[in-house]
């Protein structure tokens, strides 16, 4: 396969260990990056932002740049050792995440997608759903899911 590693980030602390992974990964290959983010927008209703330092809303697609800019340069700076970072592609898309997840990496002939997932188990992941886990279902390729280490909750 000459198709890209794709991680598929949500800007969370668990898609910036799976971007690191799949940097990783796609240096260990020679394979080229791509790091995909799902604005969840559906087109029949879309949606807008209002950042905290600003009095008007943006649409989430502007936001979204935005923040995958900032995401994109602390994981450069902060893993300068990656070459796959510094020429990694960087997709944008609309839609509802582990569908269009999977329908970017179809388009790309990826060879591997790498997801972020929050580890959770039992009640809560049944009621929340995940996008990991629907990602794994229906992918036509290998899914690498990296999970970040639990949380402890204080209370």
Same mark, same amino acid.
């Given at each position: 396969? $000459?198709? #890209?590693?794709?991680? =598929?980030?949500?800007?969370?602390?668990?898609?910036?260990?799976?971007?690191?992974? %799949?940097? @990783?990964?796609?240096?260990?290959?020679?394979?080229?990056?791509?790091?995909?983010?799902?604005?969840?927008?559906?087109?029949?209703?879309?949606?807008?932002?209002?950042?905290?330092?600003?009095?008007?809303?943006?649409?989430?697609?502007?936001?979204?740049?935005?923040?995958?800019?900032?995401?994109?340069?602390?994981?450069?700076? $902060?893993? #300068?050792?990656?070459? =796959?970072?510094?020429?990694?592609?960087?997709?944008?898309?609309?839609?509802?995440? %582990?569908? @269009?997840?999977?329908?970017?990496?179809g388009e790309a002939?990826?060879?591997l997608v790498v997801?972020?997932?929050?580890?959770?188990?039992?009640?809560?992941?049944?009621?929340?759903?995940?996008?990991?886990?629907?990602?794994?279902?229906?992918?036509?390729?290998?899914?690498?899911?990296?999970?970040?280490?639990?949380?402890?909750?204080?209370?």
């Amino acid at each position: 396969m $000459d198709g #890209p590693v794709v991680a =598929a980030v949500d800007f969370s602390e668990d898609s910036r260990l799976a971007l690191e992974w %799949a940097a @990783r990964q796609a240096g260990l290959e020679g394979a080229p990056l791509m790091i995909l983010h799902v604005v969840h927008d559906p087109a029949a209703s879309p949606g807008f932002y209002h950042k905290p330092d600003e009095k008007w809303l943006r649409p989430m697609v502007d936001i979204a740049e935005d923040m995958m800019e900032r995401f994109l340069a602390t994981a450069k700076a $902060d893993h #300068p050792h990656l070459p =796959a970072l510094a020429s990694a592609q960087v997709k944008l898309v609309s839609g509802l995440p %582990a569908g @269009r997840i999977v329908e970017v990496a179809g388009e790309a002939d990826a060879r591997l997608v790498v997801v972020g997932s929050r580890g959770r188990t039992g009640l809560s992941s049944i009621l929340l759903g995940s996008v990991a886990e629907r990602v794994v279902q229906i992918c036509k390729v290998p899914v690498v899911v990296v999970k970040a280490p639990e949380h402890e909750v204080s209370g």
